[in-house]
């Protein structure tokens, strides 16, 4: 596996980098898997595939802050992105892999693999949590999401690491859909940083999937006119 720790100016680039790399996967002959590391510095809102605009985002509070909001190819909740998050994507190849078959499979397998690989930094009581968070002492760290295609998948998520929670509070309203564990929680107290280095958490991942060498074939081209052409235009972050 190949490794890339980019981060682009706009959140827009960042969303469709993560796009345009398994597309560049899915449609060449090259095998590469590979995981990518970001870092935004700006806030912003991101909803799922089939996030709804109206019922998800404080949007009167999104537009007050001016706080963009954007829309991802992949399915899972609406979040706020920010300084003191750190993002991974992996793209996988699901040929004659069995744990990346479907996507229960494929959550298990992979949180498994990252909740082994963050345990000698957070200690044991790392656990897996609704479908697809990781969390620590019933409070959860990490959401995760993931995109299909045929060839490869992509599935990335986010890490909380020194994030201003409580902004949180400002501009998304806590979802009628939740895991059980949430417990109708505040996200106050339902979500927690793990106040770690980034750089301790992307050595721990880049270790736990072999991930040695650096990607160099960055598709810039295809991620400037994804940029362009979908995540910047209101008939795609505004189509629910």
């Given at each position: 596996m190949k490794y890339l720790d980019m981060?682009?100016?706009?959140?827009?680039?960042?969303?469709?980098c993560d796009e345009a790399l398994i597309l560049g996967c899915e449609d060449s002959s090259h095998s590469d898997e590979l995981l990518r590391f970001w870092e935004p510095s700006d806030?912003?809102?991101?909803?799922?595939y089939s996030g709804k605009i109206h019922s998800e985002i404080d949007l009167a509070s999104c537009q007050a802050n001016s706080i963009p909001i954007l829309r991802r190819c992949s399915g899972g909740g609406t979040v706020l992105q920010g300084?003191?998050?750190?993002?991974?994507?992996?793209?996988?190849?699901?040929?004659?892999?069995?744990?990346?078959?479907?996507?229960?499979?494929?959550?298990?397998?992979?949180l498994g693999s990252l909740?082994?690989?963050?345990?000698?930094?957070?200690?044991?009581?790392?656990?897996?949590?609704?479908?697809?968070?990781?969390?620590?002492?019933?409070?959860?760290?990490?959401?995760?999401?993931?995109?299909?295609?045929?060839?490869?998948?992509?599935?990335?998520g986010t890490f909380l690491l020194h994030?201003?929670?409580?902004?949180?509070?400002?501009?998304?309203p806590v979802p009628s859909?939740?895991?059980?564990?949430?417990q109708n929680r505040k996200h106050e107290t339902f979500l927690t940083n793990l106040n770690l280095p980034p750089d301790n958490i992307k050595e721990a991942v880049k270790q736990s999937w072999s991930a040695g060498e650096e990607f160099k074939n960055i598709p810039f081209e295809a991620?400037?006119?994804?940029?362009?052409e979908r995540y910047s235009r209101d008939e795609w972050n505004f189509k629910f």
């Amino acid at each position: 596996m190949k490794y890339l720790d980019m981060t682009f100016p706009t959140p827009q680039q960042n969303l469709a980098c993560d796009e345009a790399l398994i597309l560049g996967c899915e449609d060449s002959s090259h095998s590469d898997e590979l995981l990518r590391f970001w870092e935004p510095s700006d806030y912003f809102v991101v909803l799922g595939y089939s996030g709804k605009i109206h019922s998800e985002i404080d949007l009167a509070s999104c537009q007050a802050n001016s706080i963009p909001i954007l829309r991802r190819c992949s399915g899972g909740g609406t979040v706020l992105q920010g300084p003191g998050c750190l993002n991974y994507s992996l793209i996988l190849r699901i040929d004659h892999r069995d744990p990346l078959q479907g996507i229960s499979q494929t959550n298990s397998f992979v949180l498994g693999s990252l909740k082994q690989a963050l345990e000698p930094l957070i200690g044991a009581g790392v656990e897996i949590q609704g479908h697809t968070d990781l969390a620590v002492g019933m409070r959860k760290f990490s959401g995760n999401a993931q995109y299909r295609k045929r060839r490869f998948l992509l599935f990335h998520g986010t890490f909380l690491l020194h994030f201003d929670i409580s902004f949180l509070e400002k501009l998304l309203p806590v979802p009628s859909k939740q895991p059980v564990y949430r417990q109708n929680r505040k996200h106050e107290t339902f979500l927690t940083n793990l106040n770690l280095p980034p750089d301790n958490i992307k050595e721990a991942v880049k270790q736990s999937w072999s991930a040695g060498e650096e990607f160099k074939n960055i598709p810039f081209e295809a991620i400037e006119r994804l940029a362009r052409e979908r995540y910047s235009r209101d008939e795609w972050n505004f189509k629910f």
